[in-house]
């Protein structure tokens, strides 16, 4: 007895290179969408700060305690609860950013800048990265971010650091 397959699996080879191009075509297809939806996601950008920038909590306290060499220092996210902080808003906003902006225009470009936002963890917050990412366009030579890697409750006021009335 004479199976029927040998002749089906090779109409189907003769007959199937349309139809692989056309599976090729669509796996390329799905492929190069994942990628464009990874690229394009929510994620947060990657650091553009370097550690050496971080300025740590208790070393601004004391700074700001000392009432010497207080560095002009930024809010840059909902709040300007630190002493001395010119309150600027998220800059994630277009209205915030151009008053960041207008703010560093009144400023040389090597003084002393310390920026914070306290909002939310690092990873998540969409309002460091832009701050820091301006400075750096503008090439300031001396600008800081408040290491707050959490929130500003937990990272400054709970610390018991100086806070605004």
Not at 46 to 71: F, M, Y
Not at 118 to 131: I, L, M, S, T, Y
Request: proline share 8%; with cysteine; hydrophobic share 35%.
């Amino acid at each position: 007895m004479q199976s029927h397959w040998p002749n089906q699996l090779n109409y189907l080879n003769t007959k199937s290179k349309p139809m692989k191009k056309s599976v090729f075509s669509i796996y390329s297809l799905t492929l190069l969408l994942l990628i464009t939806a990874c690229n394009h996601s929510s994620a947060q950008k990657p650091e553009n700060w370097t550690k050496d920038q971080l300025v740590e909590p208790a070393d601004l306290a004391n700074i700001i305690k000392s009432n010497k060499d207080i560095p002009v220092l930024i809010s840059v996210g909902p709040g300007a609860i630190i002493p001395n902080s010119i309150d600027i808003g998220g800059v994630n906003e277009e209205a915030n950013m151009t008053k960041f902006k207008q703010k560093l225009s009144e400023l040389p470009k090597s003084s002393n800048i310390v920026i914070y936002c306290g909002c939310c963890p690092f990873a998540r917050c969409p309002n460091v990265r832009p701050a820091i990412a301006y400075l750096q366009s503008e090439q300031f030579t001396d600008y800081h971010l408040l290491n707050i890697p959490n929130n500003i409750k937990t990272d400054w006021i709970s610390k018991g650091y100086p806070v605004t009335d």
